[in-house]
């Protein structure tokens, strides 16, 4: 059975999907996504700490002068926990994802510093937003979903990524009927957009 409101996965997966229905395009993001999700970390890792985990001595010395609890940190856990709302299983495998990327970002930046780090993480973010924006203009035909609402483009597009991977790959549904639900969705939000593109042009 479905969720509803913020948490119905159908919904959102209905329209992200009716923006990634090419298989190329699909591609494009399930490369560069978690790519720009990671790289965002890393910039954020120079944001002020909320906490420092020396006090409670969480970890090991080496690591708690590397892992800060500050906005990068605070960024994946909102990420990790909507996901893991959305669906417990796919969520569950994003979250850890969320905090591999959190890790992975604080040792990276540690290790670059500042100055060479935001240098980095414009090359890195500029490639990928490229990559995509081709992806939407060369295959998909469509501008991208962040176009129309772009909170729920930037904050769904690393689970729907992630997700798409495990459907297409192992079969994975949340419940039964999950996929025939969406692709009817689908199908009736891309019917739509082209009916009102063709109205426009007549």
Same mark, same amino acid.
């Given at each position: ?32 996504? +978690? ?14 700490? *909320?906490?420092?985990?020396p ?10 002068h ?35 990327? +959190?890790? #992975? ?23 990928? +937003? *490229? #990559? ?11 501008a ?19 997700f ?39």
């Amino acid at each position: 059975m479905g969720k509803e409101g913020l948490f119905d996965l159908e919904r959102h997966f209905a329209f992200y999907g009716a923006y990634h229905s090419n298989p190329i395009n699909l591609l494009i993001h399930i490369l560069f996504v +978690w790519p720009i999700f990671f790289t965002t970390l890393v910039l954020l890792y120079f944001t002020p700490s *909320i906490f420092n985990l020396p006090q409670i001595g969480f970890l090991p010395d080496g690591f708690n002068h590397v892992l800060l609890l500050n906005f990068g940190f605070l960024f994946a856990l909102i990420y990790a926990a909507f996901y893991v709302l959305l669906d417990k299983k796919a969520g569950s495998l994003a979250a850890l994802l969320c905090f591999g990327c +959190w890790v #992975g970002s604080c040792f990276l930046a540690s290790h670059l510093g500042f100055s060479l780090a935001w240098k980095v993480v414009l090359a890195a973010q500029l490639f990928c +937003w *490229i #990559g995509q924006f081709i992806g939407h203009g060369l295959f998909e035909n469509r501008a991208p979903a962040l176009l129309d609402n772009l909170v729920q483009a930037l904050i769904f597009a690393p689970f729907f990524v992630l997700f798409e991977v495990l459907q297409t790959t192992f079969g994975y549904e949340p419940y039964p009927g999950f996929s025939a639900n969406v692709k009817t969705k689908v199908g009736a939000e891309i019917k739509e957009w082209r009916d009102k593109k063709q109205k426009k042009i007549s």
